[in-house]
Structure formats: C-alpha cells, structure tokens
C-alpha cells in the first residue's frame, strides 16, 4: 500500500503544481503588473470552480461505468491533460487580455476553463480511487502521504517559478508556465502506471443511475452531512479566499518584487508540510475534530496577523501570518479530509467525494469573487489599497470563526447512525415494492 501512496501522492502534486502558476504567480502579475482589477481576476480565476458540480456526476458515473476496464483511472488522464493546457495558456490569454479585452476575456474563458475541467474530472477521480485503495484505518496515512507529497511539490513548483521568472518579463512567464506544465504532467502519468487495477464489470441500467434529485437528496437526507457539507464551505471560503490577494498584498504593502511574492507560496507550504506531518501523527492520539479546531484556530490568528500587518506596516508581522495560516491550514487539511472519508457511504464513494469535492469548488468560487469584490470597492470607497486589503482578510478571520463554532456540532458517529437509519428504510421500502 506504501507505493500506491506515492503513485497516488504523485498524482495530487502534479494536479496541485499546476494550479501554483496560476493561482499565485499569475495573479499577481494581472493584478500589480497589467493593473486589472481584482474583481476581474477572481472571475477568471474562480470560472473554473462554477463547473464543480460535474464532480458529483463523474463521480457517481465512474461508480458504475468503467472505461476499458478502469474505473477512475481515464477520467484522471483526462483531468491531468486539460489541467496543463489550462496552465501553459493561461499567461498568453492573460497579456492578449491587456491588448484586446474582449478577445483576451474569451482566450481566459477557454484557457481558465480547460484547467477548471481538469481538475473536476482529476480531483474527484483520484480521492475516489484513494477510497477504493484505503480501508478506513488507512485513510488518514493515505490522506498525510497526498497532501505532504501535495506541499513538497507546491514549494518545489514555488521556488523554480521564483527562479525562472527573476528577472520578469512576459516571455520568461510564458516559458516558465510551460516548464512546470510538462513537469505536472510527467509526475502524473508515472503515478498512474499499474495503479488501479483492471476490472470487467457490465455496465448498469437506467434504473440505477442517479438523478440530479438524488443526488441533493443523499447529502440533505442526513443531517451531519448537511451540516458537515456547510461546514467544509465557510471554511473553505476563509482558509482558500486569501489566495488571490495574498501575493498582491505583499507587493502592495510592502513593496515585494514577483520572485519576492512568489516566495511567500514556499513559506506557507513549508509550514504546512510541517503541520501535516504533525497532524499524521496527532490523529492517533487525539480526535481528528480536536486535530481540525486546533489548526482553524492557529489559521485565524494568522489572518488576525496578516491584517495587522497592513495598519502597522510590518513586514515581519505579516511574514509571521503566513506562518501561522501554513500551519493552520497543514492541520485542517489532515483533520478535515480524513472528517470527509469518514463520512462517506462505502457505497457511494463516488457520489460522496464528487460532493465534498463540489464543496471544495464552490468555496474557492465564492471566496475568490468575494475578497476580490471587496477589495475593489473598498479601494474606491476608502482610496487605500491597503486597508482594503485588511478589511478582507478580517472578514476571512470572521468566516474561519464561524466555521469553527459549526465544527463543534459535527459528530461522525451520529452521521454513521444516521446512515443506517436510512438505509434500513430504503431497503425496507424496497421489499414493500417488491
């Protein structure tokens, strides 16, 4: 099992270093350097996510259709292919944008949109096989190899970018954006190979497809899952609403040059990787709920620092926000995901996870279009750039604090009696049919 970790690890870092381009390096340039605004660029950046509810579709689809005798892995290849076209267009449509607006705006919905296609089909598709490789003690190891694997490759992709666009200009970002493209997409086929095994399984009739009703209905139907499904969004707004504004924030108020900024990626993931060892190995000694309030509450003091910074103008306060938020986030990661297998029915693995996965979508959907919004009108109302920056990320602490008071409701225990409750009138129901 220790190799399908690493094939599995290599496939979730590969899919993850090609959303560092993207959602680091890029923006900053479109924000800072090209000057477009925020709002716009959460748009382009946040498009992809309005496509995340094909995950619920691939995966309860992938649950029952096998392409060629595999079950997620097709749909994987797909992801990876589409991520890294997303990836290496994404700068061309960015400065076509600054030339020609509406010629440029339809080159970023096509390249913004290839890689949010990717990363529905990948993303769903490899936490299912995850599921289908891991039994239930081994979810969280599997969980902490992925993620560490994930943040090696997000500082590794960090500091190349760094390196390979010092000195700036856009020829060199274009060149770059190509390199860790075909970088992500090497890492990932190796992971695929001889990793799931081949199967013949008929396909299934049309009575047992899902509907988009009860599709809504299987997380609704349970109220821990509700409730965990609203949980996983506030939260993910907060901890993935800094990722536009982060970088500019830095340039912004401190005066950092894009290798600079493009740093600030490798400092979070190194403190997120040292968190994500840590949690690893707190999970078998305490609760992962226990595990997931520590690492929001570590998150929020972050973002309370990050802000401070700003009214300060502190640079070390800052740099000491990021820090925290780092390991904040390694240990919500940890704790959150193994939270999200936990409370996934074995029978619909894929059903559960394109959910969850839908969730994940959405939050960097809202998250991305509401701290972009806000900054912009914040910036005309108060004609301080920076304190517009301050305000959003103290409105980011505040959801982070209202997810946490959500956390303390969950309970997977009662989620797993819900569960069979249901179960036992569905079956029960069935019988009546029959």
């Known amino acids: ?147 560490f694997m994930m943040i090696i490759g997000i500082i590794g992709t960090s500091l190349l970018l760094s390196r390979l666009v010092d000195p700036y200009s856009p020829q060199v970002l274009v060149q770059a954006f190509w390199i860790v493209g075909i970088i992500a997409l090497v890492l990932g086929l190796l992971g695929l190979i001889k990793l799931e095994k081949r199967t013949s399984v008929p396909g299934v009739s049309r009575e047992e497809r899902y509907s988009w009703r009860v599709l809504g209905s299987t997380i609704l139907e349970n109220k821990q899952a509700t409730l965990f499904f609203i949980y996983l969004i506030i939260l993910l707004i907060a901890l993935l609403g800094q990722d536009i504004l982060l970088e500019p924030y830095g340039g912004t108020a401190f005066g950092l040059s894009v290798n600079e900024t493009t740093r600030i990626t490798s400092i979070w993931g190194a403190f997120t990787l040292i968190a994500l060892v840590a949690a690893g190995a707190l999970e078998r000694r305490v609760s992962k709920r226990s595990v997931a309030l520590w690492g929001g509450a570590i998150a929020l003091v972050g973002f309370i620092l990050i802000a401070a910074s700003g009214v300060i103008i502190n640079a070390g306060v800052f740099y000491a926000g990021v820090i925290l938020l780092g390991l904040g986030t390694g240990f919500s990661t940890v704790s959150n995901l193994s939270l999200m297998l936990d409370m996934t029915t074995a029978a619909k693995v894929g059903l559960f996870i394109g959910a969850w996965g839908m969730a994940n979508a959405a939050s960097r959907l809202i998250g991305a279009l509401l701290s972009g919004v806000v900054r912009d009108i914040l910036t005309q109302v108060l004609q301080n750039p920076v304190y517009a920056y301050v305000i959003v990320f103290s409105l980011l602490a505040a959801l982070l604090l209202i997810s946490l008071m959500l956390l303390r409701r969950i309970d997977v225990a009662a989620f797993r009696q819900e569960d069979e409750e249901i179960s036992f009138i569905e079956q029960a129901a069935l019988a009546g049919e029959v």
């Open 1 to 147: 099992m220790f190799l399908k970790r690493i094939q599995l690890g290599l496939i979730h870092l590969a899919v993850a270093m090609t959303l560092v381009p993207i959602n680091s390096t890029l923006n900053r340039v479109m924000i800072k350097e090209l000057a477009f605004s925020a709002t716009l660029v959460a748009i382009l950046a946040s498009l992809p996510y309005l496509l995340s509810p094909i995950q619920v579709l691939i995966g309860s689809f992938s649950d029952r259709h096998p392409l060629w005798g595999w079950r997620r892995t097709p749909y994987i290849v797909l992801g990876l292919v589409f991520c890294v076209l997303g990836v290496v267009l994404s700068p061309l449509a960015a400065f076509v944008l600054a030339e020609n607006f509406w010629v440029g705006l339809l080159f970023g919905l096509f390249a913004f949109g290839a890689w949010g296609m990717g990363f529905n089909f990948a993303t769903v598709s490899y936490f299912s096989l995850a599921t289908d490789l891991s039994g239930e003690k081994e979810r969280g190891s599997t969980i902490s190899v992925m993620f």
